[in-house]
């Protein structure tokens, strides 16, 4: 019996030795302190929209427990960053503990008080962190700006948004029959949770390159400036006519653009002209019916990048539809899709639909959809979807289509496709083989998405011409 008495005496003295020491406090000035950021970054918070929160964690990484003499925020309550430190909200706590090899949570909010600057403009303060006679820093940063607030607005007569101050759209912005609203080059639109805009009159933005126009929600802070279906979108009502896109870009809403019913003036319903609509949670371009004509645009990373339901006349001209699956979205729609009927609860409803794609791309990410576009018909109502000089991705050709000199299921040579970073760049300009280069057909569009000017008879495919 006693030889079996001194190795459990053995193993409970180091037992007891190792939990103690744990339970014990580190006091030496080398006790190692870490945070997951050196500093906390908010990008720009609009004036009186409300607080904006982020986290980090302080790590002991030591055997031994560890006390923080105290975590304070220095500019105290004249601060416009507020903290709460694991779960306490002050300015300052002292003697807070934190077990052997274990983290707390630092939270971090900002509110932004009115300021009579248009630009934005940084606000700093700092977190204190002291223990075994060290002190360390969390530097906090934001930049906030003032914009004009617009609260479930109906517009009775035309007006214009400048490019002055950003808009801050809350509840839905309609453009009443009969009214235009103009967007200046530059003019920024930040809409807020469930806010969009109803167009039964006309809806001009005049966007250029250096200074487009830039419809998107109203969190730019990580990692809510990427989230899609932040707002609603922009619908243009049966009534609608007359309406024209340049240089917008338009991002992370639920249904980016929805057309419906053709004008009643006969002219083309909506032009889209060098637009840019991407990470749309439901489309990126909606149409039922209607009457859409687009050059020179990118559609891409949305859920459906355009969708055509119940007919109607569409012309799209050097256009790149793309989808890539990421953090946010995921590509299982082709990035096309168009049919001459609607399917409501049963009842079934054909019009004739004619759609020309010229110079255009059609591409997703590999081994996730296998065909990009899709051409559906039902009812007597004509059908006829024309390629002409395309380049797509397709096991199956669309059916109901003419396919006129393009190119299939050869990748199309993207400068640079990073899904991991979300970053993704359409252009052409790193290939010198890509299918695309001089293989489209002569246009009337001779600037492409970068304004640069196209080769006039062999122009390139897609939204982007080599250079």
Not at 10 to 23: G, M, P, Q
Not at 52 to 77: P, T, Y
Not at 172 to 182: A, Q, R
Not at 265 to 290: P, R
Request: glycine content about 6%; aromatic content about 10%; hydrophobic content about 40%.
């Amino acid at each position: 019996m006693k030889k079996y008495l001194l190795p459990w005496l053995l193993f409970l003295f180091f037992t007891c030795f190792l939990s103690c020491k744990k339970e014990s406090f580190i006091t030496s000035p080398e006790a190692r302190l870490s945070s997951s950021v050196d500093t906390v970054k908010f990008d720009t918070v609009f004036t009186t929209v409300g607080s904006v929160s982020q986290s980090f964690k302080i790590f002991n990484d030591n055997a031994q427990k560890l006390r923080l003499s105290s975590v304070k925020l220095m500019g105290g309550a004249a601060s416009p960053f507020k903290i709460n430190i694991n779960g306490t909200a002050s300015a300052q706590l002292n003697d807070v503990d934190i077990a052997a090899n274990d983290s707390i949570y630092i939270f971090v909010t900002v509110s932004v008080t009115p300021n009579a600057a248009n630009l934005p403009y940084l606000l700093m303060d700092s977190i204190q962190v002291m223990f075994n006679g060290n002190t360390r820093f969390i530097q906090l940063e934001a930049y906030g700006q003032n914009a004009k607030f617009l609260r479930n607005l109906s517009f009775d007569s035309d007006a214009t948004f400048s490019k002055n101050q950003p808009y801050v759209i809350l509840g839905l912005l309609k453009v009443n029959s009969g009214v235009t609203v103009t967007f200046e080059a530059g003019a920024r639109l930040f809409f807020h949770a469930n806010a969009g805009i109803l167009v039964e009159g006309s809806l001009v933005s005049n966007g250029t390159l250096n200074e487009p126009v830039i419809c998107t929600g109203d969190r730019l802070d990580e990692p809510y400036s990427k989230f899609p279906g932040s707002w609603t979108g922009i619908s243009f009502s049966p009534g609608s006519r007359d309406s024209k896109l340049t240089y917008t870009i338009i991002k992370n809403a639920s249904q980016a653009l929805v057309v419906l019913k053709p004008a009643a003036s006969g002219n083309t319903k909506l032009v889209l002209h060098q637009c840019t609509i991407y990470n749309a949670k439901d489309a990126a371009l909606l149409c039922e019916g209607s009457n859409v004509a687009a050059d020179n645009c990118l559609f891409y990373n949305s859920g459906s990048n355009l969708v055509v339901k119940n007919g109607g006349a569409y012309s799209f001209t050097n256009c790149t539809l793309a989808g890539y699956s990421n953090n946010y979205l995921s590509h299982t729609a082709p990035v096309a899709k168009l049919a001459n009927f609607l399917d409501t609860n049963g009842v079934l409803t054909s019009n004739a639909l004619t759609a020309l794609f010229k110079n255009c791309i059609f591409w997703g990410e590999n081994g996730i959809v296998e065909n990009e576009i899709i051409v559906e018909k039902q009812g007597a109502a004509a059908c006829a979807v024309t390629l002409d000089h395309c380049l797509y991705k397709a096991l199956t050709d669309p059916s109901n289509s003419s396919i006129l000199s393009s190119i299939k299921n050869i990748d199309p040579g993207f400068d640079s496709i990073d899904v991991r970073n979300n970053f993704y760049n359409f252009r052409i300009t790193k290939s010198l083989s890509s299918p695309v280069i001089s293989a489209g057909t002569s246009t009337p569009f001779l600037k492409d998405l970068d304004y640069f000017t196209r080769n006039p008879v062999k122009p390139d495919i897609g939204s982007y011409e080599k250079h």
